[in-house]
């Protein structure tokens, strides 16, 4: 089992910039960012393996940087030029991997998840 916990959510204005954080208590090969929006599915926002392999959503692409301190088992996003439509809870998420393989993009397909932290973006 690994317990991951999030922080960094805050409200902020449209063009602002947030980090967030995700400590995990223990190493996996996946790590990725989620959010989900009210009345809205959960999606994809950016995945990381442990190997530097990144896949971003195309809504984020160029402003938000996913990144890993792999000795703190901790996954970062950096969220800049933030618009309304960002405005949603972020969860972070893991999962088990082989080294060199692909990381899943569904979040059906990761088996451990944090409990979220809020963003909020007013325009």
């Known amino acids: 089992q690994v317990h991951l916990v999030e922080s960094g959510g805050d409200s902020v204005q449209a063009g602002g910039s947030l980090r967030l954080s995700c400590t995990a208590s223990?190493?996996?090969?996946?790590m990725a960012w989620f959010r989900q929006a009210p009345g809205k599915e959960r999606e994809g926002v950016a995945i990381?393996?442990?190997?530097?392999?990144?896949t971003y959503a195309d809504s984020v692409k160029g402003r938000f940087t996913i990144s890993r301190d792999g000795p703190k088992n901790t996954l970062y996003l950096q969220m800049n030029s933030l618009q309304p439509e960002d405005t949603a809870m972020y969860y972070c998420?893991?999962?088990?991997?082989?080294?060199?393989?692909?990381?899943?993009?569904?979040?059906?397909?990761?088996?451990?998840w944090g409990q979220g932290t809020q963003v909020t973006v007013s325009s």
């Open positions: 990381h393996s442990n190997d530097d392999r990144t």
């Open positions: 998420a893991a999962q088990y991997g082989v080294i060199g393989s692909s990381c899943p993009q569904s979040s059906r397909r990761f088996g451990f």
């Open positions: 223990a190493y996996t090969y996946c």
